[in-house]
C-alpha cells in the first residue's frame, strides 16, 4: 500500500503536538512528560499516520503507568535514522510476550480490560504503518517500565542548517513538561 502523501515531518513538532494532545490523559495519572531532543532530524510520510504512532504509543505509556509515573520521549538521530522512543516506569511486559504486544488484539492481560479497555490494536496499528514509512518498531523492558523504540529514515537534519552558534550551545536539550 502506497503512501498517501510525503511530507516533510520534524520529529520534534510531531512530539510536541503529541505530548500537548495528551496533556490530560498525563494529568489524570499525575504523570510528568519529559522530552529529550538531541537532534532534529526530518522524516517523510504521513503526518497524520505517523502522529497516530507517537499517539498510540503515548497513551500506552501513560495508561500501563504507575500514578505519580515519569514518560520520557526522546528523539535522536543514529546514522541515517532517526529514532524515537519512549520510556515509561510501569509495568513491563514479560519478557516472553514482548514479540506479541504487535500483533492485533493481543493484551498481555484480559484481566485489565475493565480498567483501560483497549481493544489490542493500537501496537498493531504503529508497527504497520512504521513498516509503510520503511522503519522498523522494536519493544523490550526497561526494568522497570517499557521502551519502545522507532526507527524511521532520515529525509534531512535541521542540525545541517544551524549556525555554529546555536550548534555549540543548542545541540542537547531536555524540555520537561509538567502535563
Ligand atoms: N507501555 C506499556 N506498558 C505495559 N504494557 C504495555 C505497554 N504498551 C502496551 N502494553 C501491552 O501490550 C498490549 C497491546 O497494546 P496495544 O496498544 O496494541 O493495545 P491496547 O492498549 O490494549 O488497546 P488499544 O491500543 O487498541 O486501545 C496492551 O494490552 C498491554 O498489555
Ligand atoms: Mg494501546
Same mark, same amino acid.
Given at each position: 500500500?502506497?503512501?498517501r502523501t510525503n511530507e516533510q515531518i520534524p520529529l520534534r513538532?510531531?512530539?510536541?503536538?503529541?505530548?500537548?494532545?495528551?496533556?490530560?490523559?498525563?494529568?489524570?495519572?499525575?504523570?510528568?512528560v519529559a522530552g529529550r531532543f538531541t537532534q532534529s532530524p526530518v522524516v517523510t510520510?504521513?503526518?497524520?499516520?505517523?502522529?497516530?504512532?507517537?499517539?498510540n504509543v503515548l497513551r500506552n505509556a501513560i495508561e500501563y503507568s504507575l500514578i505519580d509515573g515519569r514518560?520520557?520521549?526522546?528523539?535522536?538521530?543514529? &546514522? &541515517?535514522?532517526?529514532?524515537?522512543?519512549?520510556r515509561d516506569y510501569g509495568t513491563g511486559v514479560p519478557d516472553s510476550m514482548l514479540a506479541?504486544?504487535?500483533?492485533?488484539?493481543?493484551?498481555?492481560?484480559?484481566?485489565?480490560?475493565?480498567?483501560t479497555g483497549g481493544l489490542g490494536l493500537g501496537l498493531a496499528i504503529v508497527k504497520r504503518t512504521v513498516l509503510l514509512h520503511g522503519g522498523s518498531v522494536t519493544a523490550?523492558?526497561?526494568?522497570?517500565?517499557?521502551?519502545?523504540t522507532v526507527r524511521l529514515p532520515i529525509a534531512a537534519s535541521k542540525d545541517d542548517t544551524?549556525?555554529?552558534?546555536?550548534?555549540?550551545?543548542?545541540?542537547?536539550?531536555?524540555?520537561?513538561?509538567?502535563?
Open positions: 500500500m502506497p503512501l513538532s510531531l512530539v510536541d503536538e503529541v505530548v500537548d494532545a495528551n496533556a490530560l490523559n498525563a494529568l489524570q495519572k499525575r504523570c510528568q510520510g504521513d503526518r497524520a499516520l505517523l502522529t497516530r504512532v507517537l499517539d514518560i520520557e520521549v526522546e528523539v535522536r538521530q543514529d &546514522g &541515517g535514522e532517526a529514532v524515537l522512543a519512549v506479541s504486544i504487535f500483533e492485533p488484539f493481543f493484551r498481555v492481560d484480559e484481566s485489565r480490560e475493565s480498567s523490550r523492558n526497561a526494568g522497570p517500565g517499557l521502551l519502545i544551524l549556525s555554529g552558534h546555536r550548534r555549540s550551545d543548542g545541540l542537547s536539550q531536555e524540555t520537561n513538561r509538567v502535563a
